[in-house]
């Protein structure tokens, strides 16, 4: 993965609350864990995308094929998605 690096955010500060899936959770320490530079990560990302789309492809072109990302799981992950970035857009 590459060189990563680790940045405490929440060093000597107050307790904050977050609530995740219902549930209130308390917490004292807000660490950051980088690996890689923005190129790597761009690079994961299309890599990503595109085994993503290799996938659709491949079931576009036979219905025997079983997709990685279905209609269930792209829902799921498209709310968490937007769940995270809501938590991320609170600090």
Do not use: C
């Amino acid at each position: 993965i590459g060189p990563y690096s680790i940045t405490d955010k929440n060093k000597g500060k107050e307790v904050k609350k977050v609530k995740g899936r219902s549930i209130e959770i308390f917490f004292d320490d807000h660490v950051i864990i980088e690996s890689g530079n923005n190129a790597d990560k761009q690079n994961r990302y299309r890599q990503m995308l595109t085994d993503m789309l290799n996938d659709q492809w491949n079931w576009i072109k036979d219905r025997k094929h079983i997709r990685i990302i279905d209609d269930n799981n792209a829902v799921e992950s498209l709310r968490m998605a937007e769940n995270a970035k809501l938590m991320a857009q609170q600090f």
